[in-house]
C-alpha cells in the first residue's frame, strides 16, 4: 500500500515514522523544508510537493493546523484532482466539523472516501504509536484501512458519519478543558481552608469528583511526578492549541444553538489565562495560576 | 463500646443498624417519632431525648440535615455538657467547615475529641455499609473509633484537622456536579451534530474526557441501565441537595477569597434547573433537561 | 443622486421609503418577490434583478441577513464589477467585522469606497427615519454620503476603519444582552425579598445600577407601559436576532484573544431559554422567563 | 432632637458633622480613639461609650463594617435595651437582609422603630450631604425622621418593609458590578478590533448600551478626566468593599433560590482579579485589568 503524507510536524513527523517501519511505502511532503528534513533523516522518503505525495497513492493522509490549511490542501491546491479515484483520504487534523463534512463531500463528489480521524494523545502517544483516532465517515472505509490506523494508534473509534470524528474531539477537548479547571478550582479551595492537595487529590480520586486529570494529569505542583505540574508547566498540551480546540466547540455549539454555558466559561478563563500570565506556550494545566497565582510561591 | 446515635433518617437508619448488627450497644434518638419508632422495628434501641442517648456513651455520632441543627443539638441543647468527658463526637452531617471548626472548638473546650466526618455513597451505600467518611479532626482519635467507621463504610480517609473532612465533601461534590453538567453538554453538543450519545460517551470515557458521572452515572436517557437518567430521574441524589452542597461551597469560597467560577456558575445552572423545570425532588443528572430540553421527547 | 437599493425587509423597506421621500432616485431589488411588490405598493420603483438596481448608481445600499448574503451579492453575484467605480457602497447588513472588511478591500481594488454602516433602532426607527448608524470606513466618504444617511436616521457615528461600524454594533449589543440579563436578575432577587419591582427599579435608575434595559425597556412585566413586558414579549428584538449578534461578539472575540467572560455566558443565556421556553420569536427582555420563570404566574 | 452616633469613620464621620451642621444635637462613639478623636477635632461631640451615646437619644445611627458588628452593637452589647421606647434607630450599615430584619425584629419587640438605610455615593457624597438612602422598615417611620436623612443625602427612597433597604442596596451593586465588567469586556472587544475606545465609549452611551459606568465612570484609562482610571485606579470604591456587597448578594439569592448567574460570574472574576493583580485596595474599574491586561502598557 501506498501513502502520500501531507504534514509531518510534531504529530505528523512521528506518524509517518510509525507506518515506514510497519512497511508501508511511505511518501512526505510538508511546507516547512526544515520539518521535511527531518522526516527525511528519521527515514521517511521526502518528495518536493503534495502532488507528488500522492502520485498513484492507495492512501493518503493529512496533519495540518486548522480548518483553512485543510480546505487550501484538498480544494484550492488540487489535491482532490490529483487523487487516483481509488484512493481514501484520511485527514488527521483538529479541525470544524463543518469544514471535514464540506471537503469530504467535495471529495465525494470525485468518487474518494475520506475520513475525519483527528487524534488525542499528543506528541508522546504519536511516537510510541499510543494514539487514540475518532473517526468520522464510511464504517466499511474505515474497515479497510484499519491497519494504517493500527500502526499509528491503539484505540481506533468510529464516532459516526462524516465530520463526527472531529465533533468526538471537540466534545471531549471542551469537558477536558472543564474538568481541569474544575479540578483547579476544587483543589484551590480546599487547600485554602487548609487541606493537603495530595490528600484532597486522594479523596475526590476515589470518590464521585474522580476525573482524568485529576486520576493522571493532576495540576497543582507537588501532588504527581512527570506530568507538566511537576516542571513548571513545561511540554504537554498547550493554552494556545486548547483554545484552539475551545473556539472550534463554541462555535459548533452556536452552529447547533446548543447551550454550553462552562464550556464557554472555561474557553475565556483560558483567554483570560494567558493574557495575564502570557501562558499561551504553557502546558494547559497551568490554568492552575488563574485559579490559585499563589501556589508556586508557597 | 457504647454508642449514642442522634438523627435515624434515611441515612442514619441504616448506619445505626449496621452498628447494631456490629454488636455495639447503639441508643438512638430523632426529633422525627415516626423515623425513630422505624428505627426501633429495625431493632436499634430507641430513647425518648438526645440526652438520654448520650448518658454514659463512649461515642457519640449525629446525623442531621444542616448546620443549624447541629448547632442546637451540640451547643444550645447542651449535648456537649452532657457527654462524659472521655467521649469521642462523631458528626456525619454535611455543614459549613466554619460550623465544624466551631463546634470542635466548643467540644475541645470539654475536654471531648470531636470529628468531622460527612459520606459519600447514599441511602444505597449506608444500607450496604459502603459509605465513604472523610474525616476532620485528631488522627489519634480517627484511628482509635476507625473500627466504629468501619462497620458503616468500605473508605475512612482522613481530610485533616477539624473541619477538613467538611471541606473535603464540599469540593469534591462541587466537582461533581461541575462535570456532570459538563457531561451534559458534551453530550448534548455531539447529539446535535449527529452522533450517538452512547457511542460518544464510550469515546471520551476512554479518552481525557472520562470522569465519574460519565463511567458510572451517564445523564443520557438511554445510555445506561440502573442509573437515575434510565427511570426519569427518580431517586439518586436529589437538586435540592446538591444545591444545598453547592451554597455551602460557594458559602467557603467568598470566605477564602478563592476564586470558583465554574462552582458557581453550576450553582446557578442548578438554581435555574431546579426552578426551570420543578426539578428539586429528581436526581442531580436531570440537569441534562436544562442543557438540552428535548431529549426524553426523541 | 442614483441609489440602488438590495434588501426591502422590515429595516430596508421603510429606509428606502425614506429615501424616496427625500427626492433620492431609488431603484429597489429584492430576491422576496413578496417584499419588492411591498416596497413597490409603497412608492419604491423596483427594477428585476441586483444588477440592474445598481446600474448607473451613485451610493449602493444593502440590508440583507448575514455575513454570507453580503459576500454572495457583492463578490459571487458580481456586484461589484457591476458598479460604476465611482460608487459609494454602503452595508446596512450586521455581519461580521471580518467579512465586512474583506468585502471592502475587495471593492477598494476596483476603486470603489465601501462603508459598513449597521443599524441600531429596529423597525420603528427605521420607519420614522430616527435610526442609529455605527459607520465604518474612509471618514471623507462618509461626509460625502451623510446626507444619504440623515434621510434614514438620527445619529451617524464614525466608528472608524472599514468593519469598525459592525465592531461598534456587536459591543453595544453583547453588553445591552448582559445588562438585560443581569436587570433582570437584580429585579428577581429584589422580589424574592419582598421588594416591588417597579420601585426596586426606580431605585436602580436613580443609582449605579442605571442602564438603558432599566431605565426604557424594563423586562419585569407591569413596570413600563409600550414595552415588550408589557405585551408578552411580543414585537421588539427577538431572541435570534439578539443570538446571532452575540455568535459574531462572541467569534471576533475569538478572533481577537479577548476574554468576554459575561457576553460569552449572555449567549448561553439566550440560548437556553431559547429551548428552555421556545422563545426565538420573543423579544429579547424576555431572558426573565428563565431568571423568574414564576413571574407571570404570580 | 438628640441623635447618637454609632461608627464615625470614612463615611460615619462627615455623616455626624453634617447633622451637627443642622443644628442636631449629636453624640458620637467609636471603638477607634482616632477616628473618634477626629469627630471631636470636626466639631461632634464625643462619649466614652455607645450607650452614653444613645442615652436620651431620640434618634440612634450606626454605620458600621459587617453584620457581625450590627448584631454585636445592637443586641449583645444591649444598646436595644438601654435605647429609650420612643427612639428609633437608623442602621446605615450595609450588611445581610436577614440580619437587618432579624435585629429589626428584636428592636421591635421593645417597641423601638428600626430602620434599615444602607448608602451609595461613596465618601463625596457623604462629605457634600448628598448620600443616596434606601431604606427599609415602616413608612410612617421614615416620614417622621426623614428631616435627619435630608441633612445627610438628596435622594431618599423607601424600598419597602424591613430588610428591604439592604436588598435594595445589594440588588443595584450586584448590577454595577455587572456592567462594570460588562462595559470593560465590551471596550476590551472593541479596541481589539481597531475601534477608539473613547469613540466607541459615546457610541455605546448614545445607544442601546447605555449604562452608569459607561456614563460617569468609564474603566479605560484616557476616556475620562476626574474618575478613578484617570489616576491608576486610586481611591473610589474598593475591588474589596465590592466583593463584600457580591458576597452578600449572592448569600441573599442562595436563601431565595434565585439564579444569578451573571451576579456570581461577576463576584469571582472580581475575587480573581483581586489575587491576580492584588487588586483589593483599588478603585473597582480595575476590573479592566483582568479583562484587558496590555491596557496600561500601550
Not at 518528495?47 to 492507495?58: E, I, N, Y
Not at 463543518?98 to 465525494?108: L, N, P, S
Not at 483516532?133 to 458519519?161: C, K, Q, S, W, Y
Request: aromatic fraction near 4%; glycine fraction near 10%.
Amino acid at each position: 500500500m501506498r501513502i502520500g503524507f501531507i504534514g509531518v510536524g510534531n504529530m505528523g513527523g512521528p506518524m509517518a515514522r510509525n507506518l515506514v517501519q510497519g512497511n508501508y511505502a511511505v511518501r512526505a511532503y510538508d511546507l516547512d523544508a526544515e520539518r521535511l528534513a527531518a522526516a527525511g533523516a528519521a527515514g521517511v522518503a521526502t518528495v518536493p510537493s503534495a502532488l507528488d505525495a500522492v502520485q498513484d497513492a492507495d492512501v493518503v493522509i493529512s496533519m495540518l493546523p486548522a480548518s483553512r490549511h485543510v480546505r487550501q490542501l484538498y480544494l484550492d491546491d488540487g489535491l482532490l484532482d490529483a487523487l487516483p479515484p481509488t484512493a481514501v483520504a484520511i485527514d488527521c487534523s483538529t479541525i470544524a466539523p463543518a469544514t471535514a463534512r464540506d471537503v469530504a463531500a467535495r471529495a465525494a463528489q470525485r468518487g474518494i472516501e475520506m475520513l475525519d480521524a483527528p487524534v488525542s494523545g499528543g506528541t508522546a502517544g504519536a511516537e510510541q504509536a499510543k494514539l487514540t483516532f475518532m473517526v468520522g465517515g464510511d464504517a466499511a472505509t474505515l474497515a479497510r484501512v484499519r491497519p494504517v490506523f493500527e500502526r499509528m494508534g491503539a484505540n481506533i473509534f468510529h464516532a459516526g458519519a462524516s465530520g463526527a470524528g472531529q465533533t468526538a474531539k471537540l466534545c471531549n477537548n471542551m469537558l477536558l478543558a472543564v474538568q481541569m479547571t474544575a479540578t483547579a478550582e476544587a483543589l484551590a479551595l480546599g487547600v485554602a481552608n487548609g487541606l493537603d492537595a495530595a490528600t484532597l487529590s486522594e479523596i475526590m480520586r476515589a470518590s464521585s469528583g474522580g476525573n482524568w486529570p485529576l486520576n493522571v494529569y493532576n495540576p497543582w505542583p507537588g501532588v504527581m511526578e512527570g506530568v507538566p505540574a511537576a516542571r513548571g508547566y513545561q511540554g504537554g498540551f498547550a493554552v494556545d492549541l486548547m483554545l484552539k480546540d475551545l473556539n472550534l466547540a463554541v462555535d459548533a455549539a452556536a452552529d447547533a444553538g446548543t447551550p454550553t454555558a462552562l464550556g464557554a466559561l472555561a474557553r475565556n478563563l483560558f483567554a483570560m489565562h494567558r493574557r495575564q500570565n502570557d501562558a499561551g506556550a504553557l502546558d494547559f494545566s497551568s490554568i492552575l495560576r488563574l485559579v490559585a497565582p499563589e501556589t508556586e510561591a508557597r
